[in-house]
């Protein structure tokens, strides 16, 4: 039974570090996620390996780990970017009609 468990859990990790493609394209890009050899990784994929060793069950974690804290950084940074551009749309609105601009203002556009 938790053989079972960690033998999902290893090959959503692989579909979640290789993204969007084919499942050839999926085990490449984990692969070279991990560090892995490809085949091991084609090998926790397709549920092949009965057993996962620890070492190979922490280096995935580790990395879904990473990739995980990387799309929030980057999700921060896309934010930030929106809110640079709604303060400067603001400001330019300011200066075509401020009485549209004070309105946005007290409704919270910003």
């Given at each position: 039974m938790r053989a079972e468990l960690i033998?999902?859990?290893?090959?959503?990790a692989v579909r979640l570090l290789g993204g969007d493609g084919t499942a050839k394209e999926q085990i490449t890009r984990a692969a070279r996620s991990t560090g892995l050899p490809h085949t091991v990784?084609?090998?926790?994929?397709?549920?092949k390996l009965k057993r996962v060793p620890a070492d190979i069950a922490d280096v995935v974690r580790e990395s879904v780990e990473q990739h995980n804290e990387e799309g929030l950084r980057r999700a921060k940074h896309e934010l930030f970017i929106a809110q640079q551009r709604n303060t400067a749309l603001l400001a330019r609105l300011e200066a075509i009609d401020p009485g549209l601009a004070r309105?946005?203002?007290?409704?919270g556009w910003r």
């Open positions: 033998q999902s859990e290893m090959a959503s990784i084609e090998r926790l994929r397709w549920r309105a946005a203002a007290v409704e």
